[in-house]
């Protein structure tokens, strides 16, 4: 019903619209109207009230609710429904949640705040309200098990664009699937499968994007790591804007890895990233190893070159980079 109010408001701007012709409309009584008034000015909307000539809506707040993603999405697939939360535990976790029982591909999960935001390797992800952007995707891709890994790299690849879309910075997308800018960690990704062993049943992009909070507000331990699209560029970013941009650039490399295959993920995310003989000191499931990156294979795993003058591929864990270097 709130998305009904405001699209009657939007619809009538010059003019009041009076509560009894929305409470006609919408085959409820005006005491109805008046109390969806009232939550809709709770959530933050600027409504004008006259007990003469109705309601007028005079400003609207940066919500990622459907109501106002919507308007803007112009995708054909992802974010045609919208699982919309002020907090939640987790938005992978939800997705998961309703992607066992049934939901369908392209429906994204949202929240204006986390409760228990998950990043990589058991992480809490930093999760204030109303500051960033938290959203998981369900997808259904018709593909075997061992491909699943490369959407982790085409979400990777989808943020990055959007990220310099919003701010005229070129992003660096850091094996496997954290996004700086300016040596600073702004985005990071949780993707998460579930397959048999010759199908994949759906899997879940979780999409984190530090949009707004200011830099004194992130927790002291990562305080000097991480950093917002509103610190880079000096402006507050619309989150709905950001939202379906993201919906819309993500939709667009999905479109490509179904048609064209994983080369053509494999090859934009290797510009994004730049690699490729970088020193780096890598963690992989309690392992500490270092060398020179050689490059990211078929699958998504880094191959490394030992300081020993082995090469091993890591295919999971946490990457430093060093002293810049480059391959003979």
């Known amino acids: 019903m709130d998305e009904a109010i405001l699209n009657f408001l939007r619809q009538h701007t ?23 008034i009232k939550s809709l000015e709770q959530m933050g909307y600027e409504i004008e009230a006259s007990t003469r000539s109705g309601y007028r809506l005079l400003n609207s707040p ?10 803007l999405l112009k995708t054909k697939r ?6 919309y939360f002020h907090a939640i535990d987790s938005t992978n976790a939800k997705a998961y949640e309703l992607a066992s029982k049934g939901a369908q591909e392209g429906e994204v999960v949202v929240a204006e705040s986390q ?3 998950r990043g990589r390797l058991g992480r809490l992800w930093f999760s204030p309200p109303f500051l960033n952007l938290y959203v998981s995707i ?26 310099e879309q919003f701010s005229g910075l070129q992003p660096i997308i850091k094996w496997p699937n954290d996004i700086l800018l300016r040596n600073r960690k702004i985005a990071g990704l949780l993707n998460e499968i579930h397959s048999e ?5 759906f899997v879940i992009l979780g999409i984190g994007v530090n949009l707004n909070v200011d830099p004194e507000k992130f927790p002291r331990e990562i305080r000097s790591l991480a950093t917002s699209l509103k610190h880079e560029t000096g402006k507050t970013v619309l989150r709905k804007v950001f939202l379906s941009s993201l919906l819309e650039t993500t939709e667009k490399w999905y479109k490509i890895f179904l048609k064209e295959g994983g080369l053509h993920i494999l ?28 490059d990211v294979d078929s699958d998504g795993a880094l191959i490394l070159g030992t300081e020993d003058g082995k090469r091993k591929r890591v295919v999971a864990g946490d990457v430093e980079y060093q002293v810049k270097s480059h391959l003979v």
């Open 267 to 294: 090859k934009a995310w290797k510009g994004w990233a730049q690699i490729q003989g970088k020193k780096v000191r890598v963690t992989s499931f309690g392992e500490v190893l270092t060398g020179v990156a050689i």
């Open 78 to 83: 992802l974010g045609k429904v919208v699982h």
């Open 197 to 201: 062993t010759d199908r994949v049943h």
């Open 138 to 163: 369900i997808l259904r891709p018709d593909i075997p098990p061992n491909q699943a890994s490369l959407l982790t790299l085409m979400a990777a690849v989808a943020t990055a664009e959007t990220l």
């Open 115 to 117: 409760e228990k935001g």
């Open 62 to 71: 940066d919500l990622l609710a459907p109501w106002e993603v919507n308007p």
């Open 14 to 36: 010059a003019a009041p619209l009076s509560g009894e012709e929305m409470a006609r409309h919408l085959k409820v009584s005006r005491t109805t109207v008046w109390k969806r």
